[in-house]
């Protein structure tokens, strides 16, 4: 069955997300792969990183990974005195629990143009993840779009998650819940697509080397496919709130609209 909302689910935001992002690597890159030939390729490159804090996302997407470890409180000690009362002694102060957090490796993979002839990377096309929006990681990630683009590369990066923090900040990028932004190579302006998920996922250009013109890549079409083959909807609980952060009461009120008439 396909997806109740008409762009992002925000249901796939949560468990579901790490499979949702390979998915989408994959179709993006299988998509655009017969279109770039025979001067292009697309290849999907993964990286592993460590989350370390992991936190956040406890029960978000990751599993229980606390590991809490509750010492025992001290038996205080009672003598009698000489006077035929009771003496107590002074306990020692309380010893806290201790927790421990794991780091969390987390694979991440980016869709990358390259040209066939030096297998030089033209376009790198990055999906975002949670550990790209909170520091550390959203320190590293941005030095990661700074060496990108003094390589010339253009940028296409496709924000599908509510939660964190905006890797571009300006007053005059308009609040919402979704982001697909283009950087072209040695261009001064970023082009943005803001989006709710009232609204369709949009066709974008993928830029290639001058003078070849920009291929289109429908995101729709990708969600779409992927959550179909993934067969998400037998894994998720329409019935319940989507994954944090919480809905403004009239966000709310249209995702249980948008719920009843998929499931009535």
């Known amino acids: 069955m396909p997806s109740p909302f008409p762009g992002m689910d925000p ?81 020692p102060s309380i010893t806290p629990a201790s927790l421990t957090l794991r780091n969390v490796e987390v694979r991440i993979a980016t869709v990358e143009i390259r040209d066939t002839a030096q297998n030089q990377l033209i376009t790198s096309i990055e999906i975002l993840s949670p550990i790209n929006k909170r520091e550390p990681g959203l320190a590293k990630y941005r030095e990661k779009r700074r060496h990108l683009q003094a390589a010339g590369v253009h940028l296409l990066e496709i924000d599908l998650l509510r939660r964190g923090q905006r890797v571009l900040s300006h007053s005059r990028i308009p609040s919402s819940h979704y982001f697909i932004t283009l950087t072209r190579a040695s261009a001064d302006i970023t082009e943005i697509w803001a989006l709710t998920f009232q609204d369709p996922l949009p066709v974008v250009p993928t830029p290639l080397r001058a003078p070849d013109a920009d291929v289109a890549l429908d995101l729709s079409r990708a969600l779409n496919t992927i959550y179909e083959r993934a067969a998400y909807d037998l894994s998720i609980n329409y019935n319940e709130p989507p994954p944090p952060p919480a809905l403004l009461p009239e966000e709310e009120a249209w995702v249980r609209q948008q719920v009843h008439l998929y499931t009535r």
């Open 11 to 91: 249901y796939l935001e949560g468990y579901l997300w790490p499979d949702v992002h390979h998915r989408l690597a994959t179709q993006i890159s299988d998509q655009l792969a017969p279109r770039l030939r025979p001067r292009y390729v697309a290849r999907i490159e993964v990286q592993v990183v460590t989350d370390e804090s992991p936190e956040g996302e406890i029960g978000i997407i990751y599993p229980d990974v606390e590991i809490v470890r509750a010492h025992a409180r001290p038996v205080v000690p009672a003598f009698p005195s000489a006077g035929g009362g009771v003496l107590v002694a002074e306990a």
